[in-house]
């Protein structure tokens, strides 16, 4: 009987001490994010990789990467089939995915939620002095390139021109090419001119107007806002591009903005969410060493101007600090 009791025992501790490890175990497994950003000319790749840095130094057990990728569109669609877990986006073309309109009427609504509000993208209008380009109707007839498939460039690109009456399939020589291939064919005279939105400044259009004997030109499109607003809503709104941004300005130009936002799929887990959005927050100063325009990621700013829903893990860490949400 004693015998009994103490084999009895030594299998209830083994099994105890069994699921004990086990549970232990789960509890220290690392979650894994992947974070879509864009490509690697423009300002979602440097500060996407620069967020993946942060969330794997000062989050607990998260382990996060960056993705090159064609951004925007590209990127909904990766969280959609939850291929990534985080994404930066154009708050346009979020507010399209969410409803599953525009190049998502194939794919239909995606349940995406906002994690912060970044920093504004500026659309450019890039073209050479000399080409005899002084304005974006000028460009009908012109080889232009109007962003890579999949990108919220793209999309932008084509609301403009549609404002200023021109057709991209019928009125331009139409290019899809990614900011630092546009930047190379503008500069070999492959194009006469190419978009691109983006954050200030862009490292592939700062290299083009640095490079000895090229002037670039900008144009002026801020009078499209109105009509971009009437169709599409009120995610644009007016901005200005400096004349300090890049070598070879003379004056600011103005342009249509629109926010950028870090988004994740509904189903992200609350504290992971919470955990996101203030580790970013605490660790800014990090991520502007990787790019000036994560100096705009504040308190004030980073609920305000969001096209779509906050996540409700984002929204327990405002309420907590009081931070603002706002449209």
């Avoid at 086990?22 to 690392?30: D, G, P, R």
Wanted: charged share 20%; net charge positive.
């Amino acid at each position: 009987m004693e015998r009994r009791r103490f084999l009895f025992s030594v299998v209830v501790i083994g099994a105890c001490l069994v699921l004990g490890g086990a549970s232990l175990i789960h509890a220290q497994e690392t979650v894994r994010l992947s974070v879509a950003t864009g490509g690697t000319g423009g300002v979602y790749y440097p500060l996407g990789g620069g967020m993946a840095k942060v969330l794997s130094k000062y989050l607990p057990k998260v382990d996060a990467t960056a993705e090159v990728t064609a951004a925007s569109v590209d990127n909904i669609l990766l969280l959609k089939t939850k291929k990534a877990d985080l994404a930066l986006v154009m708050a346009d073309v979020a507010y399209d995915g969410l409803k599953g309109t525009g190049q998502f009427k194939a794919h239909g609504p995606t349940p995406i939620r906002t994690v912060g509000v970044l920093y504004s993208n500026f659309m450019h209008f890039v073209t050479l002095e000399g080409k005899g380009i002084n304005s974006v109707a000028d460009l009908k007839g012109k080889r232009v390139s109007t962003g890579a498939p999949g990108s919220g460039t793209e999309v932008k690109s084509l609301r403009v021109l549609e404002a200023y009456g021109i057709n991209p399939d019928k009125d331009i020589r139409r290019e899809r090419l990614s900011v630092a291939e546009s930047a190379g064919a503008l500069k070999d005279g492959k194009v006469d001119a190419f978009t691109w939105d983006g954050g200030l400044p862009t490292a592939a259009i700062l290299d083009l107007a640095a490079t000895p004997g090229v002037k670039i030109k900008l144009l002026d499109h801020g009078d499209a806002v109105t009509k971009m607003v009437q169709k599409y809503g009120p995610v644009y709104f007016p901005g200005v591009i400096p004349k300090a941004t890049y070598p070879g300005m003379t004056s600011d130009v103005k342009v249509a903005a629109v926010a950028n936002l870090l988004i994740s799929h509904q189903d992200m887990d609350r504290k992971i969410a919470y955990g996101v959005v203030k580790t970013i927050l605490e660790h800014q100063p990090d991520l502007v060493m990787v790019h000036k325009e994560a100096k705009n990621i504040m308190p004030q700013t980073v609920g305000v101007g969001s096209s779509l829903p906050f996540h409700p893990g984002v929204e327990d860490y405002f309420k907590e600090k009081k931070i603002e949400m706002s449209k």
